[in-house]
């Protein structure tokens, strides 16, 4: 007989929800989008979970439907950077990620920011890198507009290259100290990139952090997003919404890591995903419908049916039929979000097939086409649901966004997480101090050069 599979970890991080559809901003307890108290709330609730990190979203322009702002949006988008450095003061293990954009960023820059933040908390940092290819978004930009879709991660990629090589251009060997004066000094040397988009010639400002340099995480499903996130992440931040979808993806990723030289424990993937909780397993079905119901209300349906029809519908009910209307094709009509269909048409017939199959309003439709990973059921239900995608390859854990905020996580903190630990699968206290530690991840080592050019002279 064969020895039986080791059990896996799971691993755990809480997403500030923000600004989106997903949050039930109606909730008489839902707080606020800016004040400082609710990611406080959040955060402190996600470390006394144990969990790995926090995770903060980016928004870099306001979004706006049919030529008006998008009403979530007004109540304000604060600067990544600021938020997670001020957590800092207020957590003592707790992971701390952020989504920033490599488009719109300079590399010295980047390097500098997530440095002082790694440094700032210990080794706790973590930069999502995400692109953008929207020429409405990059209006704010000098080079708005400018970057094809195609080149994004290429620019992406040497983004990171460069960036790391600043980070590592720092030895450990590099201090000089005169013993009669008590004078420090360090030779610090030149890094030097000349690429496609950088011709730089740095020395750079920190050394290196507690934990080599910050984790990278990546958010992209195009094959080109999955090469990038195969080659460069720590973490994969996706979504999946079945076990058989997790376990292709997870497979997928996975066995691209070997051409780059990496082994399968180099790279976490962790979807995102909500949850209900309820005292029975009805109890928490019926709470889920309602909040989806919340989630979902009647304009918002309107407005998700308007982005791939690319018209306005506003005088279609939205607990009545799809229009009978073919799409115009206005990829337009909705600027700054990522949800605009490629081909409206096919999205158009296959939601018609749907909405006829299943007897679907244009409500009950956004409904269940726009609904995420969700776990629904007993805290002891929830646990067994997300420890089956762990154990079976579907995920290595996952990031939670909860309905509510900023309380919406305390229930599984409270309800889940015992659960979890029960079943052995997840840790009952810290073990290490920086984000590698809680994510197990190897300390990265320390590189003079990478390839395409950047180097350390």
Partial sequence: MSPAKPRKTVHLAAHFPGVNNTT???????????????????????????????????????????????????????????????????????????????????????????????????????????????????????????????DRYRRAAEVVDVTRALWDSWSADSLVVDREDGVFSREVPETRHKGQQFDIAARFVLPASPQGHPVLLQAGDSDDGREFGAATADAIFTGHGTLEAGQAFYADIKGRLAKYGRAHEDLKI??????????TDAEAHERARHIRLQQVGPQTAIAFLEQVWGRDLSEYDPDGPLPDVEPSGDVNITRGRVRHAKDPRAVADAWRAKAEAENLSIRELIIEVTARQQFIGTPAAVAAQIDEYVQNDAADGFILVPHLTPGGLDDFVDRVVPELQERGSFRTEYTGTTLRDHLGLRHPQHRTTVHEGARAS
């Fill in 24 to 150: 039930v901003w109606a909730d008489p307890r839902s707080g606020s989008q800016v004040e400082f108290a609710s990611f406080e709330h959040l955060a402190r609730t996600a470390e006394r979970g144990l969990f790995d990190f926090f995770f903060l979203a980016e928004g870099l322009r306001l979004r706006e439907h049919r030529d008006r702002i998008h009403d979530l949006d007004v109540v304000g988008r604060p600067d990544t950077f600021t938020v997670l450095n001020a957590l800092a003061g207020v957590t003592e293990k707790l992971g701390l990620a952020g989504t920033i954009n490599s488009t719109y960023n300079e590399p010295f820059e980047l390097a500098k920011q997530f440095a002082t933040l790694d440094h700032l908390s210990g080794g706790r940092a973590a930069w999502n890198v995400v692109t953008s290819s929207d020429a409405f978004t990059g209006e704010n930009f000098r080079r708005g507009g400018y970057l094809d879709h195609a």
């Fill in 270 to 279: 962790l979807p995102a995903a909500t949850f209900v909780l309820g005292d």
